[in-house]
């Protein structure tokens, strides 16, 4: 019974190149959550999706940052033009959605490098 | 959602119970009380939660005060591992995620 699972787990960009962020929810779930984490602080929320619909992305940045949770395959976290300030960890999550205890279901997270 | 405050860091010795406060004064009726924690670079890890009563699992027990305004999550005999920073959330419990995380407490397990 696999947990969410995400991909890379490091990755190493550039100043301008672009990072995609993979993020494959535990079987079952169909919501799916995107934080991200810089050094010593505590998860800022970004995004929600359900299957093909964002629900909300008040947390995300308007420019250069996109999201989807595709019908079939992981949902993505893509970062365009990356800035050293995008540096950070990120951190998916996934919930049965309705229902349930309301727990959230990390993965370990893709730690971003933008050099 | 409402705001939470928890001191920045802790030390407990091995073996004795943690007891972890946390405020959260503006909590409303239908807000729960979340705690998760982070080892060390890794993913959070769900503890517990609670809205009124106290809770009790396998990992911790959840005490919250009869005003609701503060909890205390208790790790009864903590270990090495149990070293990490513990967040403390409170949602409404028709939505799923928190907007913004607090910087939580660093737990350090002494032996």
């Known amino acids: 019974n696999a947990g969410v699972m995400q991909n890379p787990r490091h990755l190493v960009r550039r100043r301008g190149q672009e990072a995609r962020l993979r993020c494959s929810p535990m079987k079952g779930h169909s919501h799916v959550y995107w934080y991200r984490q810089l050094p010593e602080e505590g998860l800022k929320f970004m995004v929600y999706l359900q299957k093909e619909n964002i629900i909300d992305e008040s947390g995300m940045p308007k420019e250069r940052f996109s999201a989807e949770f595709p019908k079939e395959g992981p949902s993505i976290l893509r970062i365009q033009q990356v800035v050293r300030g995008d540096s950070a960890a990120y951190f998916c999550a996934s919930s049965p959605g309705t229902g349930g205890t309301g727990e959230l279901f990390f993965g370990e997270g893709s730690r971003l490098t933008v050099l | 959602d409402a705001k939470t405050t928890q001191p920045p860091s802790m030390d407990c010795a091995e073996g004795r119970a943690a007891n972890l406060p946390c405020n959260h004064s503006?909590?409303?009726?239908?807000?729960?009380v979340y705690w998760y924690r982070q080892i060390h670079s890794q993913g959070p890890q769900y503890i517990i939660h609670g809205l009124k009563n106290n809770e009790t699992n396998e990992m911790a027990s959840l005490i919250i005060t009869e005003d609701r305004k503060s909890s205390t999550l208790i790790l009864p005999h903590a270990t090495l591992r149990d070293t990490a920073v513990y967040y403390c959330i409170v949602r409404s419990g028709d939505s799923n995620y928190q907007l913004i995380w607090g910087a939580g407490t660093k737990l350090i397990i002494k032996p």
């Open positions: 503006t909590i409303s009726g239908n807000e729960y």
